[in-house]
Every structure is written in C-alpha cells, then in structure tokens.
C-alpha cells in the first residue's frame, strides 16, 4: 500500500530564507506526486505536480526515486507563502494518499 | 458552477444520529472522491465514483458510511448512528478522470458528533 510521510508538522523560516518541506513516500507503481496547499481559511489547492516539471510561486519539487522522495523548495521565502502543505501520491486511479501536512510559517 | 461546492459547512450531530452530506461537483467532471480528514492529520481516501459507478469503497469505514451519486453528478455521503470518531472534516473532490488531472476539492464539511 502506498504511503506518504511528511517529518515535519510545523516548519518556521524568516523572510527571504530558503524553505525545503520534506515528503518521502512508498509506493510499488509507478507514482504520479503532487504537492496541496491550504492557506488560511481556503480550500485545498494543487500547488504542483511532478510530471509537470513546473514551478509555481517560486517552488520546485525533484522526484528522486531513488530515495523515494519529493521535497517542495524554494529559494527565498515569502510571508504570504505560510500555509499548510500537503504532499500526495495517486494510484492509477486517481485517488490519493496524503501525507499528514507541514505548516509553513514564513516570519517577517 | 465555480469549483465544487459541499453543504452544509458545518454540521453537529448528537450522537446516534444519521447525517447526510452532499457535494455539487465542477459540471462535467467524471471523477468524484470523498475523503475524511481527522483534526491534525491529512486526507484520508473514502470512496471513489466515475460517472454513477461506485469503483472504490475501500476507505469507508465501517458499514455505516454509505456514499452515492445516481446520476453522475450530486454525491451524498451518509453516515448513519454518528459515533464521536466520525467527527471529522469531510472533503469533496472532483476531476476530469483524465490520467495525471488536477483534483480540485471542496470547503469541505466540518462534522462535530456530540
């Protein structure tokens, strides 16, 4: 069964910073990994996908299969980038397994 | 309609109680999803519909959740005699069904079982 674990609950960077979310995941197929944001008040929103090599807002996120992960960066943080972050893995489906969130604070 | 709309947004129920919760996906959309979200964790799969057809309930619960969507469109989850670990928020999605395609979700629905 797949799996997806973000170590970090709360994560706290300065303005200007660099900012790395962690996700690794388990999966036996071949996984399509996506990263969510929730920012305060909002509803759950896709910030990226892997198969799209995209940056959006400033971050970028490698699938690395061979450590099984999918870090979200971003070399220089801003404050109106504190939000909950959710990393994801789908099936063939399209149903997805969540990680558990990190909160991003992003202080002046 | 704008995105995917669930209602009511919050709900208390006493428990013992039955509730049902609906979700208006995006019009056109073939893929509708439920998930549960427990306070502190993230999404959990419930259920799963392309079109009218349920293909995965693998993620419900107990048999006390049910979830369907007659037409293709409308979805309602119902969960009958609430117990207070249903609390939880519950969350909408809906897709286009095609591979790699963007999920967009509800507000979600905020159940509180007392």
């Known amino acids: 069964a797949q799996r997806v674990t973000q170590p970090e609950k709360l994560l706290s960077v300065f303005k200007g910073a660099p900012v790395e979310l962690k996700c690794n995941y388990s999966?036996?197929?071949?996984?399509?990994l996506f990263w969510y944001v929730q920012y305060s008040r909002q509803r759950l929103q896709l910030l990226l996908r892997?198969?799209s090599r995209e940056s959006i807002k400033g971050f970028t996120a490698d699938l690395n299969k061979g450590e099984t992960s999918f870090h979200l960066k971003k070399p220089f943080a801003q404050e109106e980038d504190s939000a909950m972050y959710y990393c994801?893995?789908?099936?063939?489906?399209?149903?997805?397994?969540f990680g558990d969130g990190t909160t991003l604070t992003v202080k002046p | 309609g704008a995105g995917v709309s669930q209602s009511p947004r919050y709900k208390v129920a006493k428990r013992g109680q039955d509730v049902a919760l609906r979700c208006d996906p995006i019009?056109?959309?073939?893929?509708l999803f439920w998930y549960q979200q427990a306070l502190g964790q993230g999404p959990e799969f419930l259920t799963y519909?392309?079109?009218?057809?349920?293909?995965?309930k693998s993620g419900l619960p107990s048999d006390r959740f049910f979830a369907e969507r007659p037409e293709g469109s409308v979805s309602t989850l119902k969960i009958q005699r609430t117990q207070q670990e249903d609390s939880a928020v519950y969350l909408c999605?809906?897709?286009?069904?095609?591979?790699?395609?963007?999920?967009?979700f509800g507000q979600g629905t905020r159940l509180t079982v007392v």
């Open positions: 892997h198969i």
């Open positions: 994801a893995v789908n099936t063939n489906a399209g149903k997805s397994t």
């Open positions: 519909f392309q079109n009218e057809a349920q293909l995965d």
């Open positions: 999966y036996s197929g071949s996984p399509e």
């Open positions: 019009s056109g959309h073939v893929s």
């Open positions: 999605a809906s897709s286009s069904g095609h591979l790699n395609t963007e999920a967009f």
